[in-house]
């Protein structure tokens, strides 16, 4: 059975950091590649950031870079975004993502709040 469970959500100050942690289990996750989106309510899905099954390329959607990082532990089966000065527009919810060839798979996401 398929599983990618997020963690790391929850209320930050403007400015502030967040570390989400995505665990993977059911499929050979060093296989896949790996993405974060989130939905702000209101709004559409959107790619956050992504990173190659080997961990070698990364990228990011423009409002995030130089501010998030995505990593993976192909040994653990983890993929996490570190978020650093963290801005109200950054709140939604973060999913993660598996994707290889034409297979897929959602987590059930975890909300990130930034408010004062």
């Known amino acids: 059975q398929v599983q990618l469970v997020e963690s790391g959500g929850g209320l930050v100050q403007p400015g502030g950091s967040l570390r989400l942690s995505c665990a993977a289990s059911g499929f050979i996750f060093s296989s896949y590649a790996m993405h974060w989106y989130r939905q702000a309510p209101g709004k559409e899905r959107e790619f956050v950031a992504g990173?190659?099954?080997?961990?070698?390329?990364?990228n990011y959607v423009d409002s995030v870079k130089g501010r998030f990082t995505i990593s993976r532990d192909n040994a653990k089966n983890t993929v996490s975004l570190q978020m650093n000065s963290l801005k109200p527009e950054d709140t939604a919810v973060y999913y993660c993502?598996?994707?290889?060839?034409?297979?897929?798979?959602w987590g059930q996401g975890t909300q990130v709040t930034v408010s004062s």
């Open positions: 993502y598996a994707g290889r060839g034409g297979y897929y798979y």
């Open positions: 990173i190659t099954s080997t961990g070698d390329n990364r």
